[in-house]
């Protein structure tokens, strides 16, 4: 079953999986939620001052920090146990006019010569 997990999904399949599970998640919570309102949250209960944007029950919203922090835990998880080591697919005519360019490195998404705080 991993290996199926692991393997490149067609776009048919794997985007109409992405779209829905927010409708699907608004759907069966049926409430609003969001990465940046968990940070509303997050102040609120470490904040505890007078500004008036900060004054409510944030524990009754407490769900969803708990769905942020899944967010971070899925990521961490899905980096560590189902990420595939293979070198990326490139064309030998994309590979040369890149080379002429001053890439080399194929080995990741974000090519160093480009995407590096030298750059």
């Given at each position: 079953m991993i290996e199926i997990i692991k393997q490149p999904w067609p776009w048919y399949i794997s985007g109409p999986?992405?779209?829905?599970?927010?409708?699907?998640?608004?759907?069966?919570?049926?409430?609003?939620?969001?990465?940046?309102?968990?940070?509303?949250?997050?102040?609120?209960?470490?904040?505890?001052?007078?500004?008036?944007f900060f004054k409510y029950n944030w524990r009754k919203e407490v769900w969803n920090l708990f769905f942020v922090l899944g967010v971070l835990l899925g990521g961490v998880l899905t980096n560590k146990y189902l990420t595939v080591d293979t070198q990326i697919k490139?064309?030998?005519?994309?590979?040369?006019?890149?080379?002429?360019?001053?890439?080399?490195?194929?080995?990741?998404?974000?090519?160093?010569?480009?995407?590096?705080?030298?750059?």
């Open positions: 999986i992405i779209g829905l599970m927010v409708p699907l998640s608004l759907f069966i919570a049926n409430k609003t939620f969001g990465l940046s309102s968990s940070l509303r949250h997050i102040c609120a209960a470490c904040l505890p001052g007078n500004i008036e490139i064309t030998e005519s994309t590979r040369v006019e890149l080379n002429a360019l001053g890439i080399s490195d194929f080995s990741q998404y974000m090519p160093v010569e480009i995407f590096s705080w030298d750059n």
